[in-house]
């Protein structure tokens, strides 16, 4: 059963409990800054999606295709340490994906799937250490920011049935959770749901994992009229995703965001 309380008073009550316990960075013990279980050292080891390189160069991950581009930018566009942390919230479409891409209001994915974020995420999926999804899904939600209005509410991607029995927990509703409950948005990991076992899609290629994840999903009414934003730890052919969206935008959601850790790199 899943109890929301209301949004200020949720916020509260982790303001108070921050207060009394304090937070520590999970990967080097110590003091977490700003409130968070990562402190600054260990996040600047993680690989920023988008960076700037000898001043004049924007290095970027398109954060749908993952296709690797190189930017040039003029002079009166240098960048301070501030201006780079906005950039690393954009999306950095490719041209070919500014153009073809009308399914997400908005992709959201700070960081490549790069040591040591990959060996992290990793440990989460398969090393039975779900203490990192607070720690993955706080770090998600201070990327938000605030210049997008929050959606209504926050999804998971769904495991089916036996492979969460299995695995005994899904690390993207693990993450999305945490994230939600930061952001004080409802998560309602039950609106949709997995109704077959597609196996696993690594080493597919990308018509064969469309093909595989077609009609993968339900979406329950709860969705209609609603925004909604799709966490998952990593985006990589993102077939996963649009099948997805493709099931909520049927069911009648008003919009979709993606909102994950890190994206893969399509050079690989
Ligand atoms: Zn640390
Ligand atoms: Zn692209």
């Given at each position: ?249 049927d069911s009648g959601a008003e919009s979709v965001e993606v909102w994950v850790l890190a994206r893969t790199s399509s050079s690989r």
């Amino acid at each position: 059963m899943h109890f929301y309380m209301p949004r200020s008073a949720e916020k509260a009550r982790l303001g108070l409990q921050r207060l009394i316990i304090g937070s520590c960075c999970v990967f080097c013990n110590r003091r977490g800054e700003q409130n968070r279980d990562v402190c600054i050292a260990c996040e600047q080891l993680f690989v920023r999606r988008v960076f700037i390189e000898k001043r004049h160069w924007v290095n970027f991950l398109c954060s749908l295709c993952g296709e690797e581009h190189r930017q040039f930018m003029p002079e009166d566009e240098f960048p301070d340490q501030s201006d780079e942390n906005r950039r690393s919230k954009e999306p950095y479409f490719c041209q070919k994906c500014q153009l073809s891409n009308a399914l997400f209001v908005r992709v959201l994915a700070p960081y490549r799937y790069e040591f040591p974020l990959d060996r992290i995420i990793q440990r989460m999926k398969y090393g039975q250490q779900r203490v990192l999804g607070r720690v993955l899904g706080s770090l998600l939600a201070s990327h938000v920011g605030s210049d997008h209005s929050l959606p209504d509410i926050v999804l998971s991607v769904p495991l089916h049935t036996s492979r969460q029995i299995s695995r005994g927990y899904n690390q993207a509703a693990d993450i999305a959770r945490w994230c939600a409950r930061e952001l004080g948005i409802a998560h309602k990991p039950l609106a949709v749901s997995r109704v077959f076992d597609t196996g696993s899609l690594a080493g597919l290629s990308k018509p064969a994992r469309q093909l595989r994840i077609l009609g993968a999903f339900r979406a329950s009414d709860e969705v209609r009229g609603l925004r909604i934003a799709i966490v998952d730890d990593v985006l990589t052919t993102g077939a996963t995703t649009r099948e997805l969206a493709r099931e909520l935008y049927d069911s009648g959601a008003e919009s979709v965001e993606v909102w994950v850790l890190a994206r893969t790199s399509s050079s690989r």
